[in-house]
């Protein structure tokens, strides 16, 4: 069964600090693996995805993600924050069933950024 | 613009009391999913749907039920609404293949 893990519910960084925010995830069969960021009062949108292929993705917005099988981990980073970073990250994992592609995603990290 | 649509955006209801939310998407995108967002739980996927007439269960479809009969338009029932069914409701789509998704702006949901 899948499972997704992000590790601090809340994250503080300084302006111009690296950003990192951690996924760890579970799947029987090579996942998908996305990150998703939420802006207040708006839907999710994407930030990056790992399919197939090179480990280390990058996203927008400066974001980049490093698919590590060997420690079943996505963490999510970006060298220097921006005050507009600030927003909830969600970490998912897919695979494909029956009907579709089931998706779970993690609690969610909110990331809040001090000028 | 290509974008996902839910209708309405808010409501409050009270236990019992029928509703639909609808969600439609202009994409061509042949996979949609309904979500639930609860604080500190993430996003927990209700339903999902490969295609027209195609549907399976996400991790808590207890209470609701989807119909897909156009590509376009996956509505999500709530035949009997709970106060547990109060939250924040996403419908998204994704391009063949179900890799990313686009999502809606979101329903809150507020049942008394």
Sequence with gaps: ?115 | EAQVTQNPRYLITVTGKKLTVTCSQNMNHEYMSWYRQDPGLGLRQIYYSMNVEVTDKGDVPEGYKVSRKEKRNFPLILESPSPNQTSLYFCASSPPGGNEQFFGPGTRLTVL
């Excluded at chain 1, 917005?61 to 909830?88: I, Q, R, V, W, Y």
């Design chain 1, 1 to 115: 069964a899948q499972s997704v893990t992000q590790l601090g519910s809340h994250v503080s960084v300084s302006e111009g600090a690296l950003v990192l925010l951690r996924c760890n995830y579970s799947s029987s069969v090579p996942p998908y693996l996305f990150w998703y960021v939420q802006y207040p009062n708006q839907g999710l949108q994407l930030l990056l995805k790992y399919t197939t292929g090179a480990t280390l993705v990058k996203g927008i917005n400066g974001f980049e993600a490093e698919f590590k099988k060997s420690e079943t981990s996505f963490h999510l980073t970006k060298p220097s924050a921006h005050m507009s970073d600030a927003a909830e990250y969600f970490c998912a994992v897919s695979e494909s069933g029956t009907g579709g592609f089931k998706t779970i995603f993690g609690a969610g990290t909110r990331l809040f950024v001090k000028a």
